[in-house]
């Protein structure tokens, strides 16, 4: 099982490297990515015809008996069975876990290869996160008894209980990302009205506004988190702007980030105009990047499952999709307005100023609290204990 999992995942990863290569790079990427894509929503039909993609994971489950063990394992304890991913789901149903089974939807839209086989003879549970997941699963055949509608799933350590810590996060960052003061001009009654009195202190270790560059697990994009460092140096070196640079646990992607800020001349700026955020293992590696994120004022990463760190109003700087799940995403966050597409990251120091000055961030900032709906956590835990 172990090797299979390693071997699919090292596999994706590889493409969504090999993107990168010039003339041929997209050319194979579109191949590869065709096989995942997710039909166009409009006009609305019957989509429960299974895809290549479903009729491959379920193909190579039963005959290399894929999750046999660890269902089997788990099932002489049978808890809820929670997954946010769809094949482990489809290992539980196949080999008959004798306990719920849940599957938690981790994008804005999803592929027909999230939806089982047999759709109306499913035990599935899906949790979905958005409006359009519901209607898109309901179109695959998913009953809508095996269906409800969550939010998304957002640490409780980033919110706080009544939403104290996002509110108070919130205030202090749409202080900052309004330097003229515009947004505050249109927008000052709004504000108090979904976010409560504004504070008569609303405190702010310094004036940078902190651009989060998250990479995504393969590192692809690593270049481009290169090409906005040397293009943001001016404005960290003069206070304006700081970086928290995100590694995860890829000591690799570390090792590169630290090689460039020392070639452009930034190792003094370490610890206080630039963080990386990297840890040895994935749960403390969470907590950092949760740490941070409070810190943050605008995160640039690539439309994936961050897209959700949205309804913590946190704006969106959207760097190119890899995958169609992706493309989705970016279509669901500028929808919503809580994302804009990255411009050339070669000017970066000039458009991101440019954009500050006009309060379109702040303006994302708040449409994201508003529009993209967060109590996952806390729904999930409902449906799934109760």
């Not at 099982?1 to 596999?11: C, E, G, P």
């Not at 003094?268 to 941070?292: C, L, P, R, W």
């Not at 499952?305 to 279509?331: D, M, T, W």
Request: proline fraction near 6%; aromatic fraction near 12%.
């Amino acid at each position: 099982d172990r090797k299979i999992w390693q071997s699919s995942r090292s596999a994706y990863e590889a493409f969504s490297r090999f993107k990168n290569v010039p003339i041929i790079g997209p050319i194979v990427w579109n191949i590869f990515d065709s096989f995942q894509s997710i039909d166009p929503f409009y006009p609305r039909r019957n989509l429960t015809r299974p895809s290549i993609q479903l009729k491959q994971t379920y193909r190579m489950i039963k005959k290399n008996q894929w999750g046999k063990h660890l269902i089997e394992t788990l099932g002489k304890d049978p808890r809820p069975f929670i997954t946010t991913f769809f094949i482990p789901a489809f290992m539980a149903e196949i080999w008959e876990y004798p306990g719920k089974i849940f599957c938690v939807v981790t994008d804005a839209d999803i592929s027909r290869a999230w939806a089982p086989m047999d759709t109306r003879g499913s035990r599935i549970h899906y949790l979905a996160p958005t409006q359009r997941v519901v209607e898109r699963l309901r179109l695959y055949g998913v009953p809508k008894e095996n269906i409800t509608l969550t939010g998304f799933p957002l640490p409780k350590e980033n919110i706080g209980e009544k939403e104290k810590i996002l509110k108070q996060d919130l205030w202090r960052r749409l202080r900052v990302l309004d330097p003229t003061g515009v947004f505050h001009k249109n927008y000052g009654d709004t504000l108090e009205q979904f976010l409560g009195k504004k504070p008569k202190c609303i405190y702010c270790k310094d004036q940078r506004v902190w651009v989060m560059f998250a990479i995504g697990g393969a590192g692809a994009q690593r270049n481009l988190a290169a090409k906005v460092l040397k293009s943001l140096s001016v404005h960290i070196k003069t206070g304006k702007i700081g970086m928290h640079l995100v590694a995860g646990i890829h000591n690799d992607v570390e090792q590169f980030f630290k090689k460039h800020i020392k070639k452009l001349g930034l190792a003094n700026f370490m610890g206080k105009g630039i963080k990386i955020v990297s840890a040895q293992t994935k749960d403390e590696y969470f907590h950092e990047f949760n740490m941070a994120l409070r810190e943050t004022d605008v995160l640039w990463t690539k439309p994936s499952e961050l897209s959700f760190y949205s309804a913590l109003g946190v704006p969106i700087i959207i760097a190119p999709p890899i995958g169609s799940q992706e493309f989705f995403n970016k279509y669901w966050l500028e929808v919503i307005g809580a994302g804009v597409a990255q411009e050339n990251p070669k000017y970066t120091h000039e458009w991101i100023m440019d954009y500050l000055d006009n309060g379109w961030i702040a303006e994302s900032a708040l449409q994201g609290y508003l529009e993209a709906p967060r109590g996952g956590v806390e729904n999930i835990r409902n449906v799934v204990f109760k």
